[in-house]
């Protein structure tokens, strides 16, 4: 089992709808997670993180934490072709030190 | 604060040369983190310091990679005999002391390798 698990997509949403994108972690003792977004050929730039259940908005952006079940989401609402990226969850765990494991990603198509 | 530097941005080599990429932190981070990302894959863990002390290296770095970081502030990557398959993008990372970012770490623009 991977540490972190994503869909790899690719996801394609219109312009303007709701992106889903949603993460799993094995290790129940992650602390913080993140999202991250990777546009091709770039390296990843934070998105948000999130610490504890429930939800967490940012602009256009919420991020979703349920520790019971090691899940993680990020909606984009609204969402436009520039959003046409790779998201990358990401876990830090207490049990792992400072080291925080990535996702393989989930290509998201916005189309126009 | 310009953030994470690395160089070189994009390095070819030939098989069996050794190469080496240097990353500068964000000035107040102590902690600094190597990671690999191929095509199609997330950033893999490699190794990380904290501030002059190597934590933990993962054990998919082989005996060919070594990492430095001897003053606690700019770090090394070194792949000797280098291989097809260590073509990659290495990206370099940085966190700050302080926990209540929860470990947030901030990544350089990554060093593209290309091993011919």
């Known amino acids: 089992q991977k540490e972190v698990e994503q869909n790899s997509g690719p996801l394609s949403v219109p312009e303007g709808a709701i992106a889903s994108l949603n993460c799993t972690y094995s290790d129940r003792g992650s602390q913080s997670f993140f999202w991250y977004r990777q546009y091709s050929g770039k390296s990843p730039e934070l998105i948000m993180s999130?610490?504890?259940?429930g939800d967490k908005e940012d602009g256009r952006f919420t991020a979703q934490l349920n520790k019971a079940s090691q899940y993680v989401s990020l909606l984009i609402r609204d969402s436009q072709p520039s959003d046409s990226a790779t998201y990358l969850c990401?876990?830090?765990?207490?049990?792992?030190?400072?080291?925080?494991?990535f996702g393989a990603g989930t290509r998201l198509f916005v189309k126009a | 604060d310009t953030g994470v530097s690395q160089n070189p941005r994009h390095k070819i080599t030939k098989r069996g040369q050794n190469v080496t990429f240097r990353c500068d932190p964000i000035?107040?981070?102590?902690?600094l983190y190597w990671y690999r990302q191929t095509l199609g894959q997330g950033p893999e863990f490699l190794t990380y310091?904290?501030?002059?002390?190597?934590?933990?290296k993962s054990r998919l770095l082989s005996d060919r990679f070594s990492a430095e970081r001897p003053k606690g502030s700019f770090s090394t990557l070194e792949i000797q005999r280098t291989e097809q398959g260590d073509s990659a993008m290495y990206l370099c990372a940085s966190s700050p002391p302080d926990r209540s970012s929860g470990n947030t770490i901030y990544f350089g623009e990554g060093s593209w390798l290309t091993v011919v």
């Open positions: 990401a876990v830090n765990s207490n049990t792992g030190g400072f080291k925080t494991i």
């Open positions: 999130i610490y504890s259940n």
């Open positions: 000035s107040e981070h102590n902690r």
């Open positions: 310091f904290q501030n002059e002390a190597q934590l933990e």
